[in-house]
Structures are given as structure tokens and as C-alpha cells.
């Protein structure tokens, strides 16, 4: 065995204390080397210094404030770095393909006229336009659930930038699919469709963690 290994071997073995028995090969290193031989000791007697020192506890307000700033730090890197935004970006255009999809087989007018039709209520009044753009919003659960799965880290705000992501990306498809709705209606939809957004991220990261959660239990 060469020193660079016994090394190795001896720093493994020190949490163990006297309970540890070398191998033969390091024993026998460290019998010819006096290199190796002296750096065990040395080894040895710090990290028996180290257990020998009281443990103290930090006070309430230290904990609090490096709490504080793990929180700051995992926010800035969710909101000013590239790489931060990254799982929102993937998570709004899984979304964004997803509701492209449902918009083909379901057409915005044609679900607003169902849940006119289901609510009893008149063509122009405000709630199954806002009804049907909530629905047109929750495929992003899917992408923020898939995203979210893998990358925990700064996980709320992420799904917020998914949902911002969403509706500036599919707003102006939206809109020129209702240039047909009063601009009041229009509104509606779009208030729709970004509630819709939110609520399916948040929904979306919920399965997430519900998962994760399952993963550990497992």
C-alpha cells in the first residue's frame, strides 16, 4: 500500500476511536514508515482534543438569523440567476404545450358556451369566461409537477415564475383566440387563465412534495 491509501484508510477509521483495528497491510506501513507513523499520532491525539471539547449550543437569535439569511440567499438565487429560472422556464412551456393542446380539442368558445349553459346565465356575463380560463391554466400543474420532482430548492417561488412564465407566453395566442369575446370578457378569460396558472402550481408542487414525502417513507 502506498502512504497516499493508508492515509486514507486511517482518516476513515478515525471516528471509530480505540474501537478501530487497522488492517495488516496499514499496520505494516505504518511499522516501516515513520512518515505515515507520526501523521496517525498526530491524527489521533487532535481528534481526540476535538471530543474533548464542550459543546455548546448557538443562542435563539443566532439560529433565527442564519435562518434568515439561508432564506435570502435561496431567493436570490431563485430570482436573479439564470440557473434559478431555469425550472420555471421548462415548467411553463410543458404547461403552455399542454393547454395549446386542450384549446385545439376544446376551443375557448366552445367551453364558454358549456359553462354558460351549465350556470344558467346570460352570454356576456363575466363567470364562464373566468371559469373557462382557470381551466385552460391548470395543465401547468403537470409541468410544475415533473420540474419540482427533481429540483426542490426555492421551490414556491419557482412555481410563481412558472405561472408568470405561463401567461406572458400564452397571452398573446389567448388573446387573438378571443378577438370574438367583448374586451371586458377578454379580461375575464385572462384573469381566468392566470388564477388557473396559480392555483396549478401550487397544486402542482403540492404533488411534488407529496411525492418526494412518499420517496422517503419508501
Do not use: N
Not at 34 to 48: F, P, V, Y
Not at 79 to 95: D, Q, R
Not at 151 to 166: D, K, N, Q, T
Not at 201 to 211: F, K, N
Amino acid at each position: 500500500m502506498d502512504c497516499e491509501q493508508v492515509k486514507d484508510q486511517i482518516v476513515a477509521l478515525l471516528p471509530e476511536g480505540e474501537e478501530a483495528r487497522l488492517s495488516e497491510p496499514v499496520a505494516r506501513h505504518l511499522a516501516g514508515c515513520r512518515s505515515c507513523r507520526e501523521e496517525a499520532e498526530t491524527l489521533s491525539r487532535t481528534w481526540m482534543l476535538l471530543g474533548q471539547w464542550p459543546e455548546t449550543a448557538p443562542r435563539d437569535e443566532v439560529g433565527a438569523r442564519l435562518l434568515l439569511s439561508i432564506r435570502r440567499q435561496l431567493l436570490r438565487e431563485s430570482v436573479l440567476t439564470v440557473k434559478g429560472w431555469v425550472p420555471a422556464v421548462l415548467a411553463s412551456v410543458i404547461g403552455v404545450g399542454l393547454s395549446l393542446v386542450l384549446s385545439l380539442l376544446v376551443p375557448y368558445s366552445l367551453l364558454v358556451s358549456l359553462c354558460s349553459e351549465a350556470f344558467q346565465v346570460a352570454d356576456l356575463h363575466a363567470a364562464p369566461y373566468l371559469l373557462s380560463g382557470m381551466a385552460y391554466g391548470l395543465p401547468l400543474a403537470l409541468g410544475v409537477w415533473i420540474i419540482r420532482r427533481r429540483a426542490m430548492s426555492g421551490a414556491l417561488i419557482g412555481s410563481l415564475e412558472a405561472s408568470l412564465l405561463f401567461l406572458v407566453i400564452l397571452a398573446p395566442y389567448v388573446i387573438a383566440q378571443c378577438r370574438e369575446f367583448a374586451p371586458a370578457l377578454q379580461v375575464a378569460f385572462l384573469s381566468g387563465l392566470g388564477g388557473g396558472a396559480v392555483v396549478a402550481s401550487l397544486a402542482g408542487l403540492w404533488l411534488a412534495r407529496l411525492a418526494s414525502l412518499g420517496k422517503i417513507h419508501a
